[in-house]
């Protein structure tokens, strides 16, 4: 049966404890339980992985117990490995402290030396003085000599091996980090493997563990998948997510054994952060940095590395695609929206627009909440009393993505001679690619040092209480991040100058300008179908990534709405804003109203003579609605609503009414019946009706036939007949 892991650490290997069985068994044989005069507990750790001395040091402890008669139970014996002694949380330290909580259990502990019990002076000293001395119980380090039965020399003793130990560890730190710096500078591998990359033998040479030496070299498997990345992320405009999706989607893209787990967001962006892509590696940028009170190890970044080299056999990307992805990592993620919806309606939730509305008084970005996060809101004003409130609305995001992509839709076609500016603007972009302008690189260059030297003196003055250093360091990052657009601008002029463009014509501006509208009005229609890094993509274009909001409208309640303006960056598009960043837009995100939304529809049907009544049922809508909606097609172009009556007056009998009245329904039989020679008497016999429908049903016939009708007495003559004369009954009776 297999035996399974020790709890006392994490990375402890099984034959460690079948060791420590194989030496507890040997020291009962040789000193039996009855022989003893106490009962004891050993302690016992090592710091890393590769070391293996936890059966060393229970052996020469277990040698000790001997000499002092103590017998220590198997259950006694705890050790963590590969747990560094600064930490005060570890599995098989705290076992020791439940089982000396227990009281009477163990009458004196043994260890082998101060730096195995802790790292620190002090928190050797707090340990064996509150956990083992004030309960009563000895303590013993067996190689030191150190016995808290001397009551008189132990602490000063203890005090002493505990400082000579810790100068010792400090000092071997040294010595690792002096030889990993010496493997650095001959290029050779001294730690982890960057993904990338790998180590090349070298023959004939060794380490100090006998195994061969090794050199980095570029990784031709796993290279392509860093360019990828970088790819996507920096000229793409994929979010960090979408990168590690389609990193995990490709099982060769996971080539390192250190992602077993696939690839998360985390590595993805220490991945794009990593300067060694670029042939820039550094060695000693961060140091670890013990904290006391919390318990734990941070990495802190260090002013200067260690050491630095560039290393061109090593680059994987180019130096402004690397910049241009920094820069982005320094903004932030913006089109980063958050998760999918679990109850799946990405409709009502777009993800398209995030990160690209911000609050024009706070300058904040809108982040979603309100109603299941269907709405944009600004935390800062969501703090601020309703009459203070520089934005008291709130902004539906499916509504914002309909408006913002159908107003961009309708600039691209409403400009005929847009293609032939656009081909003209490529054309001139072109040229000022070829041939940058030297005043403007210079100005780079000149902003590039400039920031460098603040930052240095930033850094070297960065105050002295905690405040001052909150503030130095939230302006040294700021300068680190305007440094770092300065010289993605700077790497990119010059590597654009020495690379050969491909300009469109006419034709090819007229497709692009078509396929972007295409993209918008599929946005606008609010399917499912659009995809939301293009739409975002060309919305970027077309805004610059950024709309403000401001209030318009009322402040109460239901009264107002939120108002977007943004710089249209198209080149050659006329108006009075217009300047060099683009057209000022404004739009005005708030549903319309019912009747608004069916006033251009209704306008069509009306112009073609059709009713109210008519148009409600063709269109499915009330027609007060269809009025209502007639009306407000007038008002928003400042016209005069049409009087319904003065327009019914004008109309034709057909169309005064929904259906036909009778006469024009039995208008064809009654032409018919009339071209057989029948009186309008007996044609109204026939159709059921009196005399005058007849007569009118005969003249709306032959009227749409074209003919003439002759009168009733010309008719009668020319066939010769008379309709009878009522029966006589008799004299009718005088009046009264």
């Not at 006391?292 to 290393?311: I, K, T």
């Not at 070829?434 to 260059?445: C, F, I, S, V, Y």
């Not at 001052?468 to 300065?486: F, G, H, I, Y």
Request: charged share 30%.
């Amino acid at each position: 049966m297999r035996r399974p892991a020790s709890p006392d650490g994490p990375h402890a290997p099984r034959d460690v404890d079948l060791e420590i069985d194989g030496l507890i068994a040997d020291a009962h044989r040789r000193l039996p339980r009855d022989e003893c005069e106490l009962v004891g507990a050993i302690y016992a750790r090592y710091s890393t992985r590769t070391q293996g001395s936890i059966g060393d040091q229970v052996r020469a402890v277990l040698e000790a117990a001997l000499k002092l008669k103590v017998f220590v139970p198997r259950e006694h014996v705890h050790h963590d490995a590969a747990v560094r002694g600064c930490k005060d949380r570890r599995p098989g330290l705290d076992r020791l402290r439940a089982l000396l909580a227990r009281g009477g259990a163990v009458q004196i502990v043994l260890i082998f030396s101060t730096n195995r019990l802790a790292r620190k002076v002090y928190r050797a000293l707090q340990f064996v003085h509150e956990e083992i001395v004030e309960r009563g119980v000895r303590c013993v380090f067996t190689s030191t000599g150190v016995d808290t039965a001397d009551a008189g020399r132990w602490s000063l003793m203890l005090q002493a091996h505990a400082m000579v130990d810790e100068v010792v560890v400090a000092s071997a730190s040294a010595h690792v980090r002096a030889g990993q710096e010496g493997l650095f500078a001959l290029g050779r591998v001294h730690g982890a493997v960057t993904f990338g990359y790998r180590g090349r033998e070298l023959e004939g040479l060794l380490t100090k563990k006998g195994l061969p030496a090794r050199v980095y070299e570029v990784d031709p498997e796993a290279a392509p998948w860093v360019a990828r990345a970088f790819e996507w992320y920096a000229r793409d405009g994929v979010s960090i997510a979408e990168v590690a999706r389609r990193l995990n989607g490709e099982p060769r893209a996971a080539l390192n054994s250190r992602l077993l787990a696939g690839w998360s967001q985390a590595s993805v962006r220490r991945l794009l952060a990593n300067g060694r892509y670029r042939g820039a590696w550094e060695y000693g940028r961060y140091q670890s940095v013990y904290k006391g009170r919390e318990d734990y190890v941070v990495q802190v970044r260090r002013d200067e590395p260690l050491m630095s080299a560039q290393w061109e056999p090593l680059r994987i990307v180019p130096d402004d695609l690397w910049l241009r992805a920094q820069v982005r990592l320094g903004e932030g993620d913006r089109r980063a929206a958050g998760r999918k919806p679990r109850d799946g309606d990405g409709r009502s939730r777009p993800r398209a627009l995030g990160g690209l509305f911000f609050c024009a008084a706070h300058g904040r970005m809108m982040y979603s909440g309100g109603d299941h996060g269907k709405m944009l809101i600004c935390k800062d004003c969501q703090a601020t009393g309703r009459a203070l409130k520089p934005l008291c609305s709130v902004l539906n995001r499916g509504l914002a993505l309909r408006l913002i992509c159908a107003t961009l839709a309708r600039r691209l076609r409403a400009d005929e001679g847009l293609a032939a500016e656009v081909a003209a603007a490529c054309r001139a972009a072109a040229a000022a690619l070829q041939a940058p302008d030297p005043a403007r690189l210079d100005e780079l260059r000149a902003r590039d040092g400039s920031l460098t030297r603040r930052i240095g003196l930033l850094m070297d003055n960065l105050g002295l209480g905690d405040r001052d250093v909150r503030e130095s360091t939230k302006r040294l990052q700021a300068l680190r991040r305007e440094r770092e657009a300065a010289a993605a601008e700077l790497a990119g002029l010059e590597a654009d100058a020495g690379r050969p463009v491909e300009v469109p014509d006419e034709g090819g501006a007229r497709e692009l300008l078509a396929r972007l509208g295409a993209i918008l009005e599929e946005a606008a229609a609010g399917g499912d179908a659009f995809d939301d890094l293009e739409v975002r993509e060309v919305v970027d274009m077309l805004t610059g990534g950024r709309v403000d909001l401001v209030q318009a409208g009322g402040r109460e309640i239901k009264r107002g709405w939120l108002r977007g303006t943004f710089r249209l960056r198209l080149p050659g598009v006329p108006g009075p804003d217009a300047d060099a960043a683009g057209q000022a837009v404004a739009i005005d995100f708030r549903a319309p109203a019912p009747c608004e939304a069916h006033a251009d529809a209704v306008k069509e049907l009306y112009d073609q003579g059709l009713l109210y009544k008519e148009i409600g049922a063709r269109l499915g809508i009330h027609h007060k609605l269809a009025s209502k909606a007639l009306a407000a097609w007038h008002r928003v172009r400042g016209l005069e609503p049409p009087d319904g009556r003065s327009r019914r007056s004008a109309l034709t009998p057909a169309q005064r009414t929904l259906e036909p009245p009778a006469f024009m329904r039995m208008a064809d039989e009654a032409v018919r019946l009339y071209d057989r020679g029948l009186l309008y008497d007996e044609v109204a016999a026939r159709l059921g009706c009196d005399r005058n429908t007849a007569a009118k049903a005969i003249r709306h016939g032959c009227g749409l036939l074209g003919r003439a009708v002759p009168d009733g007495r010309t008719r009668r003559k020319l066939l010769g007949r008379y309709a009878p004369k009522p029966a006589d009954d008799g004299p009718r009776p005088s009046p009264a």
